[in-house]
């Protein structure tokens, strides 16, 4: 073993006079660990965040969307849908209709997005029949409307229950719930609904006409290229947005508070390395005879610097492990059992999210406490290094 870390671990375990040295140590390790931890939770939670909301979003809203200037008819659709194939990287479209209607439930009024589809292409796009919960996306006819779960329980509908909807030209039709879906997203499920594209072209007055095109890829990170790509090919004539655009500030605010709590609990281990230079400051006042011994039988004063660098990273890297496992066992049991729940209305999910992302966030963490023990080492053992040996020696 290498002699100076050798000295350093037996240092760290003396059992005689030095006991307080013993506790100071198990107390800077403590205070590393609970840093580590907690630093591994929140970002875990704040990466299932995260994971989640990129989940939700693609399942309820194509991968690009593509929209006219004006309604698209159905010979400028064909011409679309033969470009937009051509990409290799396309695995389904599907046209549709979005707008704005009123839901009127006895004397109550409720606007909600509705988007008009062909059930049979829908599920190329979206995974709206993965969240249905009662009914069925092919009964999804002519005077059909599927809602959200959330929507039913604040109307008091169910399956087959009779809904009135105002379009905004003013008139009224009375459509049948054919449908529930419940995506897990609280805003969705309030806020959208779906009818046949049929009945939505009557209800917008568009007939034989779309607004969109939804547009689905097989790998979705690659949608900012694709959809650079299909703007070239259609000549620029449509705007193409991706599912990025459309929920930017969703992520923009999810990356900023990770970052944000990264920071604030980095704190926590800065703080708990204080406990690790008081140590080594002690330590180097304890061992100053010894110091002075190794300084006279030769021993360099790098020597003895790094036998106290080493000893601080020793109680960084046991309080590291320690935290690391510790936080990787609540992770784990954060994500199986599920026992903290949210409230849907303010957290959009019913449920804390956990992820654990080996790379880039806990080796990240585990690198930035490392650093910061390391730097905590240098000043005590510069100290100790700086000891000469006729100093250290002349009172014993």
Known sequence: MNPELMISWRYLLTRRKEKFISLISIISILGIAIGVMALIVVIAVMSGFDKDLHDKVIGNYAHINLMGFKAIDNNEY???????????????????????????????YFAVGLRGIVPSEQSQVTKLKEYLVAGSLENLAAGGIIIGKELAAYLGL???????LQSPLGKQYTLKIAGIFNSGMYDYDLNLVFTNLKSSQDIFGMPDQISAVAIKLDNPDLAP????????????????????????NFFAALALEKLTMFIILTLIIL????????????????????????????????????????????IGALGTLLGGLGGALLCFLLKKYQFIKLPQDIYYIDRLPVAIQVWPDIVLIIMSALVIILVATIYPASRASGLKPVEALRYE
């Open 271 to 314: 703080v708990a390395s204080f406990n690790i230079i008081s140590t080594l400051i002690v330590m180097v006042v304890e061992k100053t005879k010894d110091i002075g011994i190794l300084r006279a039988l030769g021993m360099s004063a790098f020597s003895i610097r790094k036998i106290f660098i080493y000893q601080g990273l020793i």
């Open 78 to 108: 064909e011409n679309i849908s033969r470009i937009v194939r051509a990409n290799t990287q396309v695995k389904g479209i599907s046209p549709y209709i979005q707008g704005q209607v009123l839901l009127k439930e006895s004397n109550r």
């Open 225 to 248: 290229a694709v959809r650079k790509d299909l703007a070239a090919a259609l000549r620029f004539n449509y705007t193409l947005k991706t599912w990025m655009e459309a929920n930017q």
């Open 158 to 164: 169910g399956l087959n229950s009779n809904l009135t």
